[in-house]
């Protein structure tokens, strides 16, 4: 039902961008979120964004490089990711919920997407 799309191998200080598009839900009513799970490493959110595009909360991680926005007329929500470093490699994760998220790592979402690999690596 999500599915996300984008990941790739990038050279550090590169960018990307990632989708997740939704079938057979209307992403509308819905929080939506990236996590991500490096190897070896349990997931962690990355960010969160409520039914509006003012309300979006980050890692502390990714503050400032990393920005989460939806499009619900594409029922799409995205990440887009600049300043890549080696520490951002991870299979990211999409991710809605009914619940309020005020902070990515403390938000329990219902539905998750399948993973999309970001390698960072000269």
């Known amino acids: 039902q999500l599915q996300a799309s984008g990941g790739g191998s990038v050279q550090p200080g590169s960018s990307l961008t990632l989708s997740c598009v939704a079938s057979?839900?209307?992403?509308?009513?819905?929080?939506l979120g990236w996590f991500r799970q490096a190897p070896g490493k349990e997931r962690k959110g990355v960010s969160c964004?409520?039914?509006?595009?003012?309300?979006?909360n980050y890692a502390d991680s990714v503050k400032g490089r990393f920005t989460i926005s939806r499009d619900n007329a594409k029922n799409t929500v995205y990440l887009e990711m600049h300043s890549l470093k080696p520490e951002d490699t991870a299979v990211y994760y999409c991710?809605?919920?009914?619940?309020?998220?005020?902070?990515?790592?403390?938000?329990?979402?219902?539905?998750w997407g399948q993973g999309t690999l970001v390698t960072v690596s000269s």
């Open positions: 964004i409520g039914l509006t595009d003012d309300i979006t």
């Open positions: 057979e839900i209307t992403l509308d009513y819905y929080t």
């Open positions: 991710a809605a919920g009914s619940t309020w998220c005020a902070q990515p790592d403390d938000w329990y979402p219902s539905r």
